[in-house]
């Protein structure tokens, strides 16, 4: 069988070339925030409309006509998918503008806009970048994205379809608690993902990188300095290292924890409320969304059965007799269960409760109800 997965190289492009991806993204952004005033003013914009309204400017204005039609066309297909999705994913937000100073650049070209000869990415309008090829194509490439990242790093990923890796069978399960101080805590301590904190590491050097920023910017309406530039590009290097570590430590624990279990009952934590309390830094620091995210996508490729648990009273109820606790603080780190008398760490009892309703088919604690008449096999409810 075969998947279809993304390939990313890193670009190399000249000045000439970078100043034609900049000048193509304007192009691109120009149409989307086009298309996004359209939405607002009632106008229902289809692909279709869109297309037809992109071939009458281009008619009228050269310098569109100056720019690649699959690049623009492409951009237009993109925003009516991203309100399409508006309308059917819950929580999904309409297509909003993007603002010239804060969006980074991102072209899509389909297999009749772009070409590679001599190791070289070849774009429409004579745009010749060279590639850095880490590694080899698995097949022909369907479809390309150039993008830029905050430190000014061009990229290109490229839309390719290989075979599917064959993982060898596991048996057993394992639950996931997601935390702060413990990134993640699982039933089996050996695959415990600590919080290794690489943003508090350069925390120091970090904040040295945003006084210079601060004391280098120049006024409100005047054109930053060449200084300030320089500090800007540092602290987003900062930033970029720390994000990159952590993204590290994710996939190899990811990786370790798919290929020793069957079943992989993971909390369905939504990290991003703690973006408004008193841990927020420590938490963006976790990573707890990238982490939860490759895990569910590496054991959705191996073929490994992955249950969402609801994080409701998994740290209150007891993973011994399923007995619900009436109150637990936050400061409490250590569960005992007044029914049996089980004790255990606050988020190892939490884990081990999450893989037991995984095991009974359920995804709640409250779909299990009070199964403590059950007898206990293996440190956990007996299914």
């Known amino acids: 069988m075969e998947e279809v997965v993304r390939y990313s190289y890193r670009l190399r492009p000249g000045v000439r070339a ?12 120009f149409l989307w925030n086009e298309a996004v005033y359209q939405q607002k003013s ?6 279709g409309r869109l297309g037809k309204l992109l071939t009458e400017a281009r008619g009228r204005t050269e310098w569109l006509r100056e720019g690649s039609q699959v690049a623009q066309q492409q951009t237009l297909r993109t925003y009516a998918k991203a309100l399409e999705d508006s309308f059917k994913v819950k929580g999904r937000g309409r297509p909003a503008f993007k603002p010239r100073k804060k969006a980074l650049p991102s072209l899509e070209y389909t297999v009749r806009g772009f070409s590679i000869r001599d190791g070289r990415l070849l774009l429409p309008k004579g745009v010749i970048i060279p590639v850095v090829w880490s590694r080899e194509l698995p097949s022909e490439p369907t479809s390309v994205r150039v993008t830029r990242d905050s430190l000014g790093h061009w990229y290109a990923s490229f839309v390719v379809r290989r075979e599917i890796e064959t993982v060898p069978t596991a048996e057993g399960g394992i639950g996931v608690d997601w935390g702060v101080r413990t990134t993640a805590t699982t039933t089996d301590a050996e695959f415990d993902l600590p919080f290794r904190g690489y943003r508090m590491r350069c925390a120091a050097e970090l904040a040295k990188a945003q006084r210079r920023m601060a004391r280098r910017r120049g006024g ?15 602290a987003a290097k900062l930033l970029k290292k720390a994000a ?17 279990h069957g079943l992989i009952a993971v909390e369905d934590f939504r990290p991003k409320f703690l973006a408004k309390s008193t841990m927020a830094r420590k938490a963006a620091d976790a990573a707890i969304g990238c982490a939860k995210d490759e895990l569910i996508e590496r054991g959705v490729r191996a073929g490994r059965r992955v249950v969402l648990v609801q994080p409701a009273y998994t740290s209150m109820t007891c993973s011994d007799c399923f007995a619900r606790a009436k109150r637990l603080e936050l400061r409490e780190r250590t569960f005992r269960c007044s029914a049996c008398g089980y004790t255990a760490g606050r988020d190892r009892n939490a884990a081990r409760v999450i893989l037991a309703v995984a095991e009974r088919g359920h995804n709640s604690v409250d779909d299990v109800g009070q199964v403590s008449h059950l007898p206990r096999v293996g440190g956990s409810v007996a299914v």
């Open 42 to 47: 009632g106008a229902r914009p289809t692909f």
């Open 18 to 29: 970078e100043r034609a991806l900049v000048a193509e993204w304007d192009r691109c952004r």
């Open 220 to 234: 409100k309406g005047c054109p930053q300095s060449g200084g300030y530039t320089r500090a800007t590009r540092h």
């Open 244 to 260: 990159r570590q952590t993204e590290h430590d994710s996939r190899v624990w990811a990786k370790r924890v798919v290929a020793e």
